[in-house]
């Protein structure tokens, strides 16, 4: 496993212990006995290419792992997507484990939902690769930056920290990157957040995935 999947796997059980140690929660879930049994090996290359995309795989876990932040105008689509395809959403629980209805083969996934950067984290766990699939054609957006930090002027920003590290780190960045140039030029973006966009961007990335 390279640097940046084991980086992105800590990542990862890291946001479950936090998750799953959140007030209302009953009892830890045992993401691994979940999914035990499942067969789930690998996800299509368009998994790791679309957006949202998988996080790299576990070998703990038959299932994909994927995360990213959506606006609330796009939490309805979100739903109506998943509904879809055989899973019912309960916007109102912060964690769930939802099996896909009228599914002999038993697939499920795990869902999370955290409110944060005034839209909502979406963390999950699925064996069936419809439910990305489907949450990749629905061109889901997170809220733009200056929704999500009001409070900020980027133009003062140097060096990125905490909040705002993993922000454009594990959220923005990866929805940007997933653009084509017309659609991030399409952005309702303030000047300086652009600026500051094109600032940070690491350079060895090219501008926009498509």
Known sequence: MSDNGYIMN???????????????????????????GSGFIAAQAQGYRGYPACLPLDAGIEAYLARFLVSKGYMERLTLALSQIGYQVCPELNTQVIERSDDPSDRKMVLFLHPSFAGTVISFASDDLDVIDALQQTRLEPPLPADSFPWIDPEDLGSLQGDMEYWWTYLWLPFWLSLSQERQSALDLEPEWREFIVMHQPHDIPASAG
């Open 10 to 36: 800590t990542w990862w059980r890291v946001i479950f212990e936090k998750l799953l140690g959140k007030k209302g929660v009953s009892s830890p879930l045992d993401i691994e006995a979940i999914f035990n």
